[in-house]
């Protein structure tokens, strides 16, 4: 079973749209949990991290299910630059496990 | 804003040659991590390193790999005996703190086996 997964998408929305994306975990000890953003042929960049409580950080929303063990990101008003691959990555022990990424192509 | 530095960018190398990929991780750091990412696929944890020697590494991360910080600074991971499926974007990143704060990426060493 993969420790992360997330649906590849890809997803293609208009600009101003709301999108959101998913993710689930496999290993219920695991401690901490981001969003990454990665652009084609980049290294990947912390978008935010996610608490239990959920957090926002201007038009992106992070949220944590830890009973689910299930993690999203909600993306308002989508712009051009949001063009990307959205990584979930899980922090198990001392190893971080990357999701293998969604695929938003944000169209004018 | 503080940056983890990797050079090479780009490594061409010879099957069966030695490469030495070297990283810089922002300087009041004490994580220090390597990760790779073959084409298309996902970025996949290779090896941990705190307190000067290695705290966890994965099965990818087999005799073939070392990591060594030679000085203060300097992060360095060395693939001995190259084969071609070692082709990929090889990460360094660095942390604060083991768990709370996600890493900050350098941008990477492509490294091609041919």
């Known amino acids: 079973r993969k420790e992360v997964e997330q649906d590849p998408g890809p997803f293609n929305v208009p600009e101003g749209a709301t999108v959101a994306f998913n993710c689930t975990y496999s290993?219920?000890?695991?401690?901490?949990f981001f969003w990454y953003r990665q652009d084609c042929r980049k290294e990947p960049k912390l978008l935010m991290s996610?608490?239990?409580s959920g957090n926002e950080d201007g038009r992106f929303t992070a949220q944590l299910n830890r009973a689910s063990q299930y993690i999203s990101l909600l993306i308002r008003d989508s712009k051009l630059s949001d063009s990307a691959t959205y990584l979930c990555?899980?922090?198990?022990?001392?190893?971080?496990?990357f999701g293998t990424g969604t695929s938003l192509t944000v169209i004018p | 804003e503080p940056e983890v530095t990797q050079t090479p960018s780009h490594q061409v190398t010879q099957m069966g040659q030695e490469v030495i990929l070297r990283c810089v991780p922002i300087?009041?750091?004490?994580?220090f991590y390597w990760y790779r990412q073959i084409l298309g696929q996902k970025v996949e944890f290779l090896v941990s390193?705190?307190?000067?020697?290695?705290?966890?590494k994965s099965e990818i991360f087999d005799d073939q790999f070392s990591v060594e910080r030679p000085d203060g600074s300097n992060f360095t991971l060395k693939i001995r005996s190259t084969k071609l499926e070692d082709s990929a974007m090889y990460f360094c990143?660095?942390?604060?703190?083991?768990?709370?704060?996600?890493?900050?990426f350098g941008s990477g060493t492509r490294l091609t086996v041919v």
């Open positions: 990143a660095s942390s604060e703190d083991r768990v709370d704060y996600g890493y900050t």
């Open positions: 290993n219920s000890a695991s401690q901490s």
């Open positions: 996610v608490y239990s």
């Open positions: 990555v899980v922090n198990t022990g001392n190893q971080f496990y």
């Open positions: 300087s009041n750091h004490l994580y």
């Open positions: 390193f705190y307190n000067n020697e290695i705290s966890e």
